[in-house]
């Protein structure tokens, strides 16, 4: 039986900084989304090993995919069509969530999007962009012409971790967005990543206008990546053994990745990688899914805030660590101190 077209399914970006909230809150949105739709989400990690997609409990009505390993504006642009053309036809979602790097600058996503290959299959919505306003504590932030196009692109934007601020710097940041951005937006508060989900189902098209183009500092950044990102989704083929984790790293857009994978059955001690984590330098992106002697548990540590949540995750152990060019401390004592938390 001949299956009808696949037509303007709604898509949406969910778009921010490292750090900033955005798989919390689209946990929220699957979590109040209407029961009667089913859901594609697409994640793009700047790391290797795959993290992201362990966080998100397996549902019949939701689909996770995962594309780790570059930037999808930028290095993956290629391996995005063909893995969007293949998700689409296979699921025939009802609506659709990308949410990119949060190094990536969007860009060149919003137009393969609204390109040929998906006229009149995809109907891109509101552009969602997650702001924490502690981000604009540092100058470096404010300054940075990626952080600037993602809320310069935003139809909305979505202020995260307010839940740990008091209202004058919440207000803070509504000013400075009102000042800096041209242009309308929508601004919501959206502690613990609560953004009601009627942004999105009730939300128009993305905005007509001038898109700023990804930048030829950015895209050339983007190019000094120590693996080849086609090879980056197969990560069953590198499957760990037991005494044997597989180390992956790379380094593009200034900043450096290092992750591990260990075999399923290897247990890590809890008191013991709590300590090692709390050790780490502060401005270390920290995320994982750990096998521990408590339990499966997951990590999640943005400004030195990395509490253990329990997991659904039971494949294998995944740890990745994101910093600055330069900040990322050496490999073989970090590998050192975690092979001294196993158990």
């Known amino acids: 039986m001949t299956r009808p077209p696949l037509r303007d399914i709604p898509a949406h970006l969910i778009t921010g900084?490292?750090?900033?909230?955005?798989?919390?809150?689209?946990?929220?949105?699957?979590?109040?989304?209407?029961?009667?739709?089913?859901?594609a989400v697409l994640i793009n990690e700047f790391g290797q090993v795959?993290?992201?997609?362990?966080?998100?409990?397996?549902?019949?009505?939701?689909?996770v995919q995962a594309l780790p390993g570059g930037c999808l504006c930028c290095q993956l642009a290629t391996v995005l069509q063909t893995s969007l053309v293949q998700l689409l036809r296979r699921e025939r979602p009802d609506r659709l969530i990308i949410e990119p790097s949060g190094l990536g600058h969007p860009?060149?996503?919003?137009?393969?999007?609204?390109?040929?290959?998906?006229?009149?299959?995809?109907?891109?919505?509101?552009?969602?962009?997650?702001?924490?306003?502690?981000?604009?504590?540092?100058?470096?932030?404010?300054?940075?012409?990626?952080?600037?196009?993602?809320?310069?692109?935003?139809?909305?934007?979505?202020?995260?971790?307010?839940?740990?601020?008091?209202?004058?710097?919440?207000?803070?940041?509504?000013?400075?967005?009102?000042?800096?951005?041209?242009?309308?937006?929508?601004?919501?508060?959206?502690?613990?990543?609560?953004?009601?989900?009627?942004?999105?189902?009730?939300?128009?098209?993305?905005?007509?206008?001038?898109?700023?183009?990804?930048?030829?500092?950015?895209?050339?950044?983007?190019?000094?990546?120590?693996?080849?990102?086609?090879?980056?989704?197969?990560?069953?083929?590198?499957?760990?053994?037991?005494?044997?984790?597989?180390?992956?790293?790379?380094?593009?857009?200034?900043?450096?990745?290092l992750g591990w994978r260990w075999h399923?059955?290897?247990v890590f001690a809890t008191a013991a990688i709590t300590a090692w984590l709390d050790a780490l330098p502060a401005a270390l992106r920290v995320k994982g899914v750990l096998h521990t002697d408590t339990g499966w548990v997951t990590v999640n540590r943005a400004r030195n805030d990395a509490p253990l949540s329990p997991s659904e995750w039971r494949r294998d152990s995944r740890l990745e660590l994101i910093a600055e060019a330069g900040e990322m401390p050496d490999a073989e004592a970090l590998e050192a101190g975690l092979v001294g938390c196993r158990r």
């Open 107 to 257: 860009s060149g996503l919003i137009e393969l999007l609204r390109g040929e290959a998906f006229a009149g299959v995809l109907s891109l919505r509101d552009v969602v962009t997650v702001l924490d306003p502690r981000r604009l504590d540092d100058p470096r932030a404010r300054g940075h012409e990626t952080f600037l196009d993602q809320l310069r692109l935003a139809d909305g934007v979505a202020l995260t971790m307010v839940d740990r601020l008091d209202a004058a710097r919440v207000m803070a940041a509504r000013d400075w967005l009102a000042e800096t951005l041209p242009g309308e937006r929508w601004v919501v508060e959206a502690p613990h990543g609560r953004l009601p989900v009627a942004r999105l189902l009730e939300g128009g098209a993305h905005r007509e206008g001038a898109e700023p183009a990804s930048p030829a500092s950015h895209r050339a950044q983007a190019q000094i990546q120590t693996q080849t990102p086609g090879l980056l989704l197969d990560l069953d083929a590198r499957a760990p053994r037991v005494g044997a984790p597989v180390r992956e790293s790379g380094a593009s857009l200034g900043h450096e990745s």
């Open 50 to 63: 795959g993290v992201d997609q362990t966080m998100f409990a397996e549902r019949d009505d939701v689909v």
């Open 264 to 266: 399923a059955d290897e």
């Open 17 to 39: 900084f490292l750090g900033g909230g955005k798989s919390t809150l689209i946990h929220h949105l699957i979590a109040h989304k209407p029961p009667g739709e089913r859901w």
